[in-house]
């Protein structure tokens, strides 16, 4: 019952936008695709017709498809291409009140004339109920066929259109294509906003483009690496200097910004047609160091290029750079840990579904500079337009690189935190909400809130909930990846950059889910028969996916997993394991384990809970502390207890968990604890049950002040803790996760007795 308690609170408290039901999802639209055996593409011949055979084929593998546009079918999905004169298009676009003109259309008050205008609108199809219909419409046929590399999630009624290459605007639809204006996402109108006030300067053939100014010695750095990306890319392609393509890059002081303006985030994105790129440029972030430059460089010299590998690989060589890492020293690090994926690994499209991203894109760049090593240029543009690869020179010059790499990087790991002598962690869990998330600029607000606390805390900890399962996977193309989370990677770096501002350890705390929706694993474990075989593998993936990036971010601590409380100690539900199995599994814990190690150099454990049915985790003598969620609770009371039993009951839970990671001879770190502002969780602190009462969770806080300054028995082994939570969002607490929240003013005594530990 705690633990079932436990998972139901965390649920509350902590799920992502991404585990509610998508904005504008459709149920009917859901059940027809499902049911839907059939897709029939209608495309003009051209480039639009070597688009839709890629997304036909990898559609092939679970439905029948048909280009032929006279081969039609009754019940198929219709996705339907065109130009912006299109007769029959223009019709069935009738109720998004869209008005064709001499060039282009008008949409929701704005014309789109440019050839690089087009929208993307799914709703219900008309003529076969029940189906969803998609209609991709344009003003230049060539360019068109750029927008045709995904089908969206066709369950979504909803409007996408694109100027000159950039994302203008969304908004979702009602069934029959009607738009629900009042949740329109106008980007365009906000990029416009962003830069009006701006300025802009020319360097070489760049031109960047600022919302205000900025240092000038951070620019120079910049702009340094953009020249050095392009003047490598020009020479992989035979291009002198003074010929090069002029270039736009546009300049977003901070993610939440890039999220505003263009609907994402990331390092780059570029445009699908124009000559620009977007780029982070924030304090405390690495940049792209010219990647996105190198690719829209690339893109004017040569065109679209085939190959995914090639696409990915090439900004990323030109660039040197990974996430703030030399290139070189990020590829050493994943060679000498043998994280380094092989030549077959990374050549297929598609292969982000099992290699994980922040291994594929390095290793990709690695193999583009072998490719075109020595080559001349005319044979980098027969790469760059899918010529076959030499893949055995491939493999033997990347194999022979891995291996001095590694050797080289095993000899400059440094000394693993996080032992009896770093530092004791004082420290605030920061959390996130569905309206602010880690992305947000409230996030440096919330920092200097706690950092301004007499005395402050040295530590943050950043959670993030993730799967191995797409919570919105597109119906077809897109990109694969290994892990799905509530937070992205630029995300948690730029929460995490935040907190190094004021000189804040940090340490990242991964919740995996057995399923993208919600479902916490000691809730759904990955138990059922049929799932056991798979259970380690995929919790892998995602455990390694935010390794790679606690050590990309430099993290001290990285938890690589809580809530399962009967899966670390060997057991799955509802079963009896032999000896034989019990020890199989703790191999393969340790195996994962040692595989975390390798990648992730700061502390690694594990959230575990005291007093759980299935006794001590198997796997603490591997990790470098043991982790706890620690909320003990004063059982069966039904109201507030008693000051003597509430103090004995803290210092006798303290104690158990020091013995625990006694035993263990590690380091005890308390990940998560606290109480909430309610009258009734005396007995399950986990769960916030009652009316709101501030007074109980300042007293209960008291008392764990007191347990932890007590003289207990090897108190020297807790090495830190982080206080559930220190929310994100201004708002004044309420309900969901605010019921845990330490930002009220009445609370600073209390902390006070923490941080001064």
Known sequence: ??????????????????????????????????????????????????????????????????????????????????????????????????????????????????????????????????????????????????????????????????ADGDLALAVPLELDGTPREAELQDYLARRERYFASGESFEVEHVRLVLRRALPR?????????????????????????????????????????????????????????????????????????????????????????????????????AAGSFLGWPLERWLTHLAASRNLPLVPEILPDGAGATVDDLALGPARALLFRQAVEGVSPGAVRALW????????????????????????????????AGGRGAPFLRGLALVESERVRYSSSWVAEAV????????????????????????????????????????????????????????????????????????WADVLPWAAPAERGEFWARYERVALHYA????LMGAEIYAFGANLATIPAGRFEDETPTAQQLEQRAQTWKSMIL?????????????????????????????????????PGVEDARAAPEDELLARTLRFELQQALDLAVRANKPLLLLQTGFPARRDSWALPQVPRGPADPAAQARYLGFLADALAADLENADTLRGFFLWNWPIDPQPAGAGDRDFSLRRPELAPVLARFFAR
Not at 496 to 518: C, K
Not at 548 to 551: C, M, Q
């Open 217 to 317: 010695e951070h620019l120079q750095a910049y702009t340094v690496a953009v020249l050095r990306a392009c003047k490598q890319t020009l020479g992989w392609f035979g291009v002198k200097s003074n010929q090069a393509p002029a270039l736009e890059l546009h300049l977003y002081e901070h993610l939440e910004d890039m999220e505003e303006c263009l609907g994402t985030g990331a390092s780059f994105v570029a445009s699908r047609i124009a000559p620009r790129a977007h780029v982070l440029f924030a304090p405390g972030m690495p940049h792209d160091a010219g990647a996105g430059a190198a690719q829209v460089l690339a893109r004017e010299l040569a065109g679209v290029p085939v190959p995914e590998w090639v696409a990915e690989g090439q900004p990323l060589a």
């Open 548 to 551: 790679l990036l606690a050590e």
């Open 595 to 631: 595989r975390l190690q390798s990648v992730f150099r700061g502390s690694l454990t594990y959230g575990a809970s005291l007093g759980g049915p299935a006794g001590e985790p198997l796997f603490t003598p591997n990790l470098g502390h043991v982790g706890l969620h620690f909320f």
């Open 448 to 519: 200097l809130e706690a950092v301004r606390l007499v005395p402050p805390p040295d530590a943050v900890s950043l959670t993030v909930l993730a799967s191995p399962d797409d919570p919105a996977p597109v119906a077809a193309g897109g990109r694969a990846r290994t892990a799905h989370g509530s937070a992205s990677d630029l995300a948690l770096q730029s929460a995490s950059a935040a907190a190094r501002a004021h000189g804040l350890h940090v340490a990242l705390a991964l919740e995996v889910l057995a399923r993208p929706h919600g479902a």
């Open 385 to 416: 337009k899918g010529a076959r690869a030499d893949e055995r020179r491939l493999t033997v010059a990347y194999g022979r690189s891995a291996r001095t790499m590694a050797e080289g990087g095993l000899g400059a790991r440094r000394e693993r």
């Open 1 to 162: 019952m705690r633990r079932l308690a436990r998972s139901l609170v965390l649920l509350v408290l902590a799920a992502p936008a991404a585990a509610q039901a998508p904005n504008g999802e459709s149920w009917e639209l859901f059940r027809g695709w499902s049911a839907a055996r059939r897709v029939d593409f209608r495309v003009p011949y051209g480039p639009c017709t070597r688009a839709a055979q890629a997304l036909a084929d990898e559609l092939g593998a679970t439905r029948s498809v048909s280009l032929d546009p006279d081969d039609r079918h009754a019940d198929a999905v219709r996705v339907l291409v065109g130009p912006a004169w299109d007769a029959e298009l223009l019709e069935l676009l009738r109720p998004l009140g869209l008005e064709p003109m001499e060039p282009g259309f008008c949409l929701l008050g704005r014309e789109y004339r440019g050839p690089g205008d087009a929208l993307r609108a799914v709703f219900a199809d008309p003529e076969q109920p029940g189906r969803p219909l998609v209609v991709l419409l344009g003003n230049d046929l060539e360019h068109l066929a750029v927008y045709l590399d995904e089908l969206p999630r066709l369950s979504r009624p909803e409007l996408t259109v694109w």
